[in-house]
T-cell receptor
Framework: DAGVIQSPRHEVTEMGQEVTLRCKPI?????LFWYRQTMMRGLELLIY????????DSGMPEDRFSAKMPNASFSTLKIQPSEPRDSAVYFC??????????????????FGPGTRLLVL | SQKIEQNSEALNIQEGKTATLTCNYT??????LQWYRQDPGRGPVFLLL?????KEKRKERLKVTFDTTLKQSLFHITASQPADSATYLC???????????FGSGTRLQVQP
């Protein structure tokens, strides 16, 4: 398996521009997570999906951020308009959870390589 | 408010020694606690999971303890090697939520 795939790996844009980050989760995984990592705030959960449905978006900083998961193999995180304070590394992660007691490995998250975003 | 604290931002040890990293939490009822490793420019990679009813878990040179009374987990790397140098993150999965919350991480440097 190729693991979680994210694109682009690096993005440099100017303030006010729209930014779209993409993620392909591991095949068969039914949960997808978007995180943001900065030196100041660490790794923060933005939103997560279960079976393509957004479950918890309480971490999305403001209305400029939106996320979609049109199918089980693709998700986007969009920032419009972007601001310099959005500069961070954005990670996508996926996992597969089963009912009942979890066995080690089933609750773990598999992270992509991240997208390093710089907003000038 | 909920908080996860990893008490050392950075830890420097000599090769061969045991590294001990600490994770403390407040106002959580974790179903699980996990430890991840993150290398520069990469995403976190899962290492170990320990459940609320487990006291200790081992995997090769790694050992994790979980004390729900103290609200603390300790992560040990025995016989440390320079290749163990990385940032180590603890993460909680709260019983009320199907999502992980991460600590800020401890950067471990193992000197040869």
């Amino acid at each position: 398996d190729a693991g979680v795939i994210q694109s682009p790996r690096h993005e440099v844009t100017e303030m006010g521009q729209e930014v779209t980050l993409r993620c392909k989760p591991i095949s068969g995984h039914d949960y997808l997570f978007w995180y943001r990592q900065t030196m100041m705030r660490g790794l923060e959960l933005l939103i997560y999906f279960n079976n393509n449905v957004p479950i918890d978006d309480s971490g999305m900083p403001e209305d400029r951020f939106s996320a979609k998961m049109p199918n089980a193999s693709f998700s986007t995180l969009k920032i419009q308009p972007s601001e310099p304070r959005d500069s961070a590394v954005y990670f996508c992660a996926s996992t597969r959870l089963k009912r009942g007691l979890a066995v080690e490995g089933q609750e773990t998250q598999y992270f992509g390589p991240g997208t390093r975003l710089l907003v000038l | 408010s909920q908080k996860i604290e990893q008490n050392s931002e950075a830890l420097n040890i000599q090769e061969g020694k045991t590294a001990t990293l600490t994770c403390n939490y407040t106002n959580y009822s974790p179903a699980y606690l996990q430890w991840y490793r993150q290398d520069p420019g990469r995403g976190p990679v899962f290492l170990l999971l320990i459940r609320e009813n487990e006291k200790e878990k081992r995997k090769e040179r790694l050992k994790v303890t979980f004390d729900t009374t103290l609200k603390q987990s300790l992560f040990h790397i025995t016989a440390s090697q320079p290749a163990d140098s990385a940032t180590y993150l603890c993460a909680l999965m709260d019983t009320g939520r199907r999502a992980l919350t991460f600590g800020s991480g401890t950067r471990l440097q193992v000197q040869p």
